[in-house]
C-alpha cells in the first residue's frame, strides 16, 4: 500500500466513524417543555481586565467549560444555554450600560453579576427596575440584602459575614492565646469592610486582645517594605490580611523574605486564590481561608467521579487548578438551573416566564462543586466555610491544607433581618464551642 | 518615634525612592528635549518588568547560572529600550511633534492602552513572581530587622550611578550636550545646526530604557499585574511635577521626598501613606508652581 492510500484510508475509516455522529440528531432537544425557547441566555459579569481578571478570567473558563457539558447533556430540560460576558475591568458606568443593553436589547433570561461588591451595589436596584433574574454570584458586600428587600436579586454564595467570622473562629481554636494583632488590608472598601467585620467579632469573643496596627496601602502597591519594616519592629503575634491577587502575593513574598512570616501568624482569608503561584514561597502554618467551602482538595469531594473529572478538565484547559471564583460560578449556574427545573415541574411541565423561575429561586438548594447550598428567604445563599493552615507535600510544588474545619452557614451567617456589624458585637463565648467538621490533609 | 525607628523608615524610603527615580528620570528628560509628556512611558516600566521575569524564567528553565539573571535584569531593558522605543519615536512620535499637546497625549495614551493589551495577549492575567536576583544577595539584619541586600544596596546604588552617570554624560559628551542645547533651547539648536532628529531619537531610547531598567530592577521584589503600568505612570507625574519637568537633579530630590514621605507616613500616621506623594507635590507647587529646580519663563528669542 502506498503511504498515499494509507492516508487516505485512515482518512475514509476516519470519516465512516464520524459520520454517525454528524447525522444523529441534536441530544434530547426534542423533549423540551411545551412552550421553550430555542435557547436560554445569561449575561455574566466578570472582571476579564485589570487586577481582578485573576478571578475573572478562570471563572470565564470555568463558566464556558460548565456550560458546554450542559448543553452536551441536552442543556436545561432541553434547551442550550448561552452566556455573554461583560468586562468589569472597563468600570461601574460600562457595567451598567452593558447591563441594560443585555437585558432590553439582547433580551437575556437572566443575569450573573458580578465579582465587584461596588458592581453589586449598582446592580441590584437597576435588577430590580428591570425585573431582571440576578444572581450575584461572587461580590462579598454583606450591605446588599441587610439595606434593602429583593425580589429578583439572589446571592448563591456566602458573603464577607461568615467569611470573616468563620476565619476568627478557626483563628480562636487553633491559636486561642495570641495576644497583639496587625492588620495590612488593601485601601478600599473590601479592605476597610472585611477588617471592620473581623475586628468586631474578634472584640466581642476576645476582648483582651490589642490592636497593634492598622496600615491600609494603596491598591496595586508594588511594595509594602515600610509596612514589613514596621511589622517587624512590633512583632505582633498574628498579622491579618484579606488582600487578593497580585497585592496579596506581593505582600506574603516580601514578607517571606525578610523573616517576617517566622515571627507572625498570618492569616490570609482569601489566600486559597493565590496557592498555586505562591508555590513553596508560602511556608507551613499559615491561616487560609477560599471564600466558602472552595479548595480543589475539598476533603469531602475528592474521590467524587465528577468532582474529580472536573478539577483534571480544568487543569488541562487552563494550567491550573480550581479556585474559588471557579466554585462560585459552578454554584450560580447549578442554582440557575435548578430554578428552571423547580419552575418547570411547578408549572406543570410547561416552560415557565420570568416571575415563576424568580418564585422557584426562594428556598431552592443546590449544589455546584462542593457542598449544598440553600437560598433563604431574604435571597441570601447559606454557604458553609472551609479554613485550614498551610503545610507543604512534596506531591504539590505549593502550599496545601491540613488542619482543615468547615463551619455551617446556618451558625456563622448574620441572621434574616440582622445587620451584621452590631450581631457581630452582641456574639458571646458560645460560639467558641460550636460544633466543626474537622479535617486532616490525607495527601494526593 | 524613635532614632531606631527613623533609621528603619529611611532605609525603606531609599530602596523606593530608587525605583522611583529611575522611571521619573526617563519621564523628565524625555519631556525635556520631546516637549511631549509620554503616557506610554508605564508600559516601559512593565514591560522592561515582565520582560526581566520571563529572562528570569527560561534561565532557571535552562539550568543556567542564576548569576546570569543580573545581567538579564540589564539585557531586558536595553531590548525594551531600543527596540520598542525606536519603534515608537520612529513610527508615530515623529510625526507629531508640531502638532498640539493634547494630541500628543492621546497618541501617547493610545500607544499605552495597545500596549497595555498586548502585556495581557503576551504574559496573561495571572500574577508573575520571579525574585532569583533577590534571594541570591540574601538579607541584612539592620536594627534588629532582616532587609534584603537587593532593596537595601542595589537599587539606591544603581539609582546613584545613574544620577551621576546622566549628569557626566549631559554635560561631558558631545551627544549629551546636543540634548543640552535642545533642552535649553530646540529654535537656536536647530538653527545652528543640530540634528534635532536624531537628538529625539536618542533621548527617547534613553528614557525608555530607563523606565524599562526600573521595571526590570522592579521585578525581582514584586508581583508583576496587568495595570502595574499605570499606577507607575501616575506616581512618575506627580515626581516630575514636584520636581520640574525637564529636572534630572530635581526628579531624584523629588523621588527622595516621596519615597521617605511614604516610609515615615507607615510609622507616624498610616492614613496617610497613599495620599503622601500628592501632597508633597501640593505642598512643592504652592511654595515653587515651577517645581523644585523648574525654571519660570524660558526667554524666548
Redesign the interface.
Given at each position: 500500500m502506498s503511504r498515499f492510500s494509507r492516508i487516505l484510508s485512515v482518512a475514509a475509516v476516519g470519516l465512516a466513524a464520524a459520520a454517525p455522529l454528524a447525522l444523529a440528531p441534536p441530544a434530547l432537544a426534542q423533549d423540551a417543555p411545551e412552550g421553550a425557547p430555542e435557547e436560554l441566555v445569561i449575561g455574566i459579569t466578570a472582571f476579564l481586565s485589570g487586577p481582578a481578571s485573576v478571578f475573572g478570567e478562570p471563572a470565564q473558563a470555568a463558566a464556558d467549560m460548565l456550560i458546554e457539558e450542559l448543553n452536551a447533556a441536552g442543556g436545561v430540560a432541553g434547551v442550550p444555554l448561552r452566556a455573554l460576558y461583560v468586562d468589569e475591568g472597563a468600570g461601574g458606568e460600562h457595567v451598567l450600560s452593558e447591563y441594560r443593553r443585555l437585558v432590553q436589547e439582547e433580551g437575556v433570561d437572566a443575569m450573573f453579576a458580578s465579582i465587584s461588591s461596588g458592581n453589586c451595589n449598582q446592580v441590584a436596584p437597576l435588577a430590580e427596575d428591570l425585573q431582571m433574574l440576578n444572581i450575584m454570584w461572587d461580590c462579598g458586600t454583606q450591605r446588599i440584602f441587610e439595606e434593602a428587600d429583593y425580589r429578583y436579586v439572589f446571592r448563591t454564595q456566602a458573603h464577607a459575614t461568615p467569611e470573616m467570622l468563620a476565619t476568627v473562629l478557626y483563628l480562636l481554636r487553633t491559636k486561642p492565646d495570641f495576644q497583639t494583632i496587625a492588620v495590612v488590608n488593601q485601601d478600599y472598601a473590601w479592605g476597610r469592610d472585611s477588617w471592620n467585620i473581623f475586628l468586631t467579632a474578634l472584640q466581642a469573643l476576645k476582648p483582651d486582645v490589642e490592636v497593634v496596627a492598622e496600615l491600609f496601602p494603596a491598591f496595586g502597591s508594588p511594595d509594602y517594605s515600610a509596612e514589613i519594616s514596621r511589622l517587624s519592629a512590633l512583632r505582633p503575634d498574628v498579622v491579618l490580611s484579606t488582600a487578593w491577587g497580585g497585592d496579596l502575593d506581593t505582600f506574603v513574598l516580601q514578607s517571606a523574605q525578610r523573616g517576617l512570616m517566622d515571627i507572625s501568624t498570618f492569616v490570609l482569608p482569601l489566600a486559597e486564590s493565590s496557592l498555586e503561584r505562591l508555590g513553596t514561597d508560602l511556608p507551613e502554618g499559615v491561616i487560609v481561608g477560599g471564600r466558602g467551602d472552595h479548595y480543589f482538595l475539598h476533603p469531602e469531594k475528592v474521590g467524587d467521579a465528577d468532582y474529580d473529572a472536573f478539577v483534571a478538565a480544568f487543569r488541562e484547559q487552563t494550567g491550573a487548578f480550581p479556585i474559588y471564583p471557579v466554585f462560585h460560578v459552578a454554584q450560580a449556574l447549578s442554582a440557575l438551573e435548578g430554578a428552571y427545573l423547580g419552575a418547570i415541574e411547578a408549572n406543570g411541565g410547561a416552560w415557565p416566564d420570568r416571575e415563576q423561575v424568580v418564585d422557584a429561586m426562594a428556598g431552592l438548594t443546590f449544589a455546584g462543586l462542593g457542598r449544598e447550598v440553600m437560598i433563604r428567604e431574604d435571597n441570601q445563599g447559606l454557604e458553609d466555610q472551609l479554613v485550614g493552615t498551610t503545610v507543604h507535600d512534596d506531591a504539590y510544588d505549593f502550599a496545601v491544607l491540613d488542619n482543615m474545619m468547615i463551619f455551617d452557614a446556618e451558625d456563622v451567617t448574620t441572621p434574616v433581618g440582622a445587620e451584621s456589624v452590631s450581631w457581630l458585637s452582641t456574639l458571646g463565648p458560645e460560639m467558641l464551642e460550636l460544633e466543626v467538621d474537622s479535617f486532616s490533609h490525607t495527601g494526593p | 518615634m524613635t532614632w531606631?525607628?527613623a533609621f528603619?523608615?529611611t532605609?525603606?524610603?531609599l530602596?523606593?525612592a530608587a525605583?522611583v527615580f529611575m522611571v521619573a528620570v526617563g519621564l523628565t528628560l524625555i519631556f525635556g528635549v520631546l516637549r511631549i509628556l509620554n503616557v506610554a512611558h508605564g508600559s516601559f516600566y512593565a514591560i522592561g518588568a515582565y520582560l526581566a521575569a520571563s529572562l528570569g524564567i527560561a534561565i532557571a528553565a535552562g539550568g543556567l547560572s542564576p548569576w546570569l539573571t543580573f545581567p538579564a535584569l540589564i539585557l531586558a531593558a536595553v531590548l525594551v529600550g531600543t527596540i520598542l522605543g525606536t519603534l515608537i519615536e520612529r513610527a508615530l512620535l515623529r510625526y507629531v511633534y508640531l502638532k498640539e499637546d493634547v494630541l500628543q497625549l492621546l497618541v501617547t495614551f493610545a500607544v499605552f492602552m495597545i500596549l497595555e493589551d498586548v502585556q495581557?495577549l503576551v504574559w496573561?492575567?495571572?500574577?508573575y513572581?520571579e525574585?532569583v536576583p533577590?534571594?541570591l544577595l540574601g538579607?541584612i539584619s539592620l536594627g534588629?530587622?532582616?532587609?534584603?541586600n537587593y532593596?537595601i544596596l542595589v537599587l539606591p546604588a544603581v539609582a546613584l550611578l545613574i544620577l551621576v552617570g546622566l549628569r557626566l554624560f549631559l554635560r561631558t559628551t558631545l551627544a549629551g550636550k546636543l540634548i543640552t542645547a535642545v533642552t535649553e533651547d530646540r529654535e537656536m539648536a536647530t538653527a545652528i545646526g543640530v540634528d534635532t532628529g536624531r537628538v529625539y531619537l536618542i533621548t527617547f531610547v534613553i528614557g525608555a530604557t530607563l523606565a524599562a531598567l526600573g521595571g526590570a530592577l522592579?521585578s525581582p521584589?514584586?508581583?508583576?499585574?496587568?495595570?502595574?503600568g499605570a499606577?507607575?505612570i501616575v506616581l512618575s507625574f506627580a515626581v516630575v511635577a514636584t520636581a520640574g519637568l525637564g529636572q534630572v537633579e530635581g526628579a531624584a530630590l523629588a523621588a527622595l521626598l516621596i519615597g521617605l514621605g511614604?516610609?515615615f507616613a507607615?510609622?507616624l500616621m498610616?492614613?496617610l501613606?497613599?495620599l503622601v506623594p500628592y501632597l508633597v507635590m501640593a505642598l512643592v507647587l504652592l511654595v515653587r508652581p515651577e517645581g523644585l529646580f523648574g525654571v519660570a519663563q524660558r526667554r524666548r528669542i
Open positions: - | 531606631q525607628l528603619l523608615a532605609l525603606d524610603g530602596a523606593y525605583l495581557r496573561g492575567v495571572n500574577p513572581f525574585a533577590l534571594r538579607n534588629g530587622i532582616f532587609y534584603t532593596q522592579a521584589t514584586t508581583s508583576l499585574v496587568p495595570g502595574m499606577d507607575m511614604r516610609s507607615v510609622y498610616p492614613e501613606e497613599v
